[in-house]
Nanobody
Framework: QVSLVESGGGLVQAGDSLRLSCAAS????????MAWFRQAPGKERDFVAG????????YYADSVKGRFTISRDNAKNTLYLQMNGLKPEDTAVYYC?????????????????WGQGTQVTVSS
């Protein structure tokens, strides 16, 4: 079965950087788009970034554009999110997700498998 396992979260100060990883297994990773979402306490799960199956195209929420970079290594079945210039408002649980179809969307309903999440906390 599909398994997605995130890692790399932690407690950092504003302006610091973190790199999240998502190890995928149980399916052909290179056939599907992937995305990162995040959910802060009391808020909905929001799209952060997405990447096409081959990695040729990437998409970002306006709030992270220019600071975060999504990438993937299909040989390692791993998705990444490089986060630079972190802000307190980036504090959330970050989830990786596998797309249902071969296009990237920003709606959580377009993703059919999720990891357990990794906590990112940014102090001011």
């Amino acid at each position: 079965q599909v398994s997605l396992v995130e890692s790399g979260g932690g407690l950092v100060q504003a302006g610091d950087s973190l790199r999240l990883s998502c190890a995928a297994s149980g399916y052909t990773f290179s056939n599907y788009p992937m995305a990162w979402f995040r959910q802060a306490p009391g808020k909905e799960r929001d799209f952060v970034a997405g990447i096409t199956w081959g990695g040729a195209a990437t998409y970002y929420a306006d709030s992270v554009k220019g600071r975060f970079t999504i990438s993937r290594d299909n040989a390692k079945n791993t998705l990444y999110l490089q986060m630079n210039g972190l802000k307190p408002e980036d504090t959330a649980v970050y989830y990786c997700a596998k797309g249902r179809r071969r296009i990237v969307g920003n709606d959580a309903r377009e993703y059919d498998s999720w990891g357990q999440g990794t906590q990112v906390t940014v102090s001011s």
